[in-house]
């Protein structure tokens, strides 16, 4: 009954899905693109068996990079299905992995759809990553006998209080999860609570995150040379990385207050769409910027801010600043990955709010390779002492680079973790 309930309001909420794909694509025209595939309809040809990942959008995507392409190495005769629920999401899918892999997007959640999806490609085993339980994908699942893993799973007291409040639509279907990877023994807890009145243990493992053993592509180095050209390598350069609304306007405030002239600033925001927001925000500023997509010589002296308005460069961006912050943490959206910027190096800032990637900033923030800022004041302060000090920030970039070697190894345990459950007759 809870199950037939949570399907009623997936199709009521659906009636409202063309109208916000829609209003999205004014600023987003891709997502106009592939309609079809969200209501479960596909044309892409499967020539080999399936093995499933699904991963939202960028960072779930980038996350999964190495467990990706090590499956790719250990299974040749399996072809991997990446799905997405963004374009982002998609696009960086294709950066990463080119024709190498299927992509497509994870239809809405209704049982037709998860029907034609199943049916189609006929996945020998299926991955969600972190908090992705969508549970008429997961009964269809059980009821074909196809593994169903959650992997690299993370959840906050937040989050896990909003399913507890769902009832027994989710304690019954995290039961029919075949096997869970935590990134820690936290999110372990967590999931378990999900099921405690029903007394049932999962078959949860704790394994690592994922994002400790991505590897920096081999031309990021060199992409960021090129930009640390055009930003002037004698310039002090912050990077203020996936930026989350509101969150630029403090950022400049506080390069305003730190009062450091000859600092260049990048700002990269989180989502594509709002890059012609945040340069209005620059002009209405009066600061004079120029966007990246239009950078091809160094940057003019009187220029304060760089517009980080491209895809699939966060590396290059990382390789080619003295400090990063990152965003998502100034306000209250619980953050994002940090890890990316401390295998490239670099001092790190984080705001206040983090829940989302707690265990790894405190991990960060214990090994001296990041510092926390509470507010504007905080994070100008944290500039003005990390820009006054070379010393400093070369010490920090040691201990990042010491911090992100020091905690990988998640990649080889989920990936034995989906050899204990694959198929082995393909």
């Not at 920090?396 to 973790?417: H, P």
Request: net charge positive; with cysteine; glycine share 8%.
């Amino acid at each position: 009954m809870s199950r037939l309930i949570y399907t009623l309001l997936i199709y009521l909420l659906i009636l409202f899905v063309p109208f916000k794909l829609l209003w999205r694509g004014i600023r987003q025209p891709e997502y106009r693109q592939h309609w079809a595939e969200r209501f479960g309809f596909f044309s892409l040809p499967v020539t080999k068996p399936i093995i499933w990942m699904h991963c939202v959008s960028v960072g779930e995507t980038r996350g999964a990079a190495p467990l990706i392409k090590l499956l790719q190495q250990r299974y040749p005769q399996y072809q991997i299905l990446i799905t997405h629920a963004t374009p982002t999401g998609r696009e960086a899918g294709e950066q990463l992995f080119g024709d190498s892999v299927l992509r497509c997007y994870l239809p809405y959640d209704t049982p037709g759809a998860v029907a034609r999806f199943l049916n189609h490609f006929q996945p020998q085993l299926g991955m969600l990553m972190e908090t992705e339980l969508w549970f008429n994908l997961i009964a269809g699942c059980k009821v074909r006998g196809i593994p169903i893993l959650l992997v690299n799973a993370r959840l906050s007291a937040k989050s896990a209080q909003g399913y507890l409040r769902l009832g027994s639509v989710v304690r019954h279907g995290v039961q029919q999860l075949t096997a869970i990877a935590a990134q820690t023994s936290q999110d372990a807890v967590r999931l378990q609570s999900l099921v405690q009145p029903d007394g049932v243990e999962l078959p949860v493992e704790v394994m690592g995150n994922l994002k400790f053993d991505v590897t920096p592509p081999v031309a990021a180095v060199e992409q960021g040379a090129v930009l640390r050209g055009h930003f002037g390598r004698n310039r002090p350069v912050f990077l203020a990385a996936s930026t989350r609304d509101g969150e630029e306007a403090m950022i400049l405030d506080a390069i305003t207050t730190g009062q450091l002239p000859q600092l260049l600033t990048v700002i990269v925001p989180r989502h594509p769409q709002r890059f012609d927001e945040v340069a209005n925000l620059l002009t209405r500023r009066g600061i004079h910027f120029v966007r990246r997509s239009g950078l091809s010589e160094p940057v003019a002296a009187n220029v304060q801010v760089v517009l980080g308005d491209s895809m699939g460069e966060m590396f290059a961006y990382y390789a080619a600043c003295d400090v990063a912050f990152i965003g998502g943490s100034l306000q209250p959206l619980g953050g994002q990955n940090l890890i990316e910027a401390a295998a490239m190096s670099k001092p790190v800032l984080i705001g206040p709010h983090t829940f989302n990637f707690a265990v790894a900033t405190e991990m960060a923030i214990s090994a001296k390779a990041a510092w926390r800022v509470q507010d504007v004041a905080d994070l100008a302060r944290a500039l003005q002492r990390l820009f006054g000090d070379p010393e400093l920030r070369q010490a920090m970039s040691w201990k990042a680079l010491e911090f992100s070697a020091s905690a990988g190894g998640a990649t080889q345990r989920i990936a034995d973790m989906v050899a204990r459950y694959l198929p082995h007759q393909a």
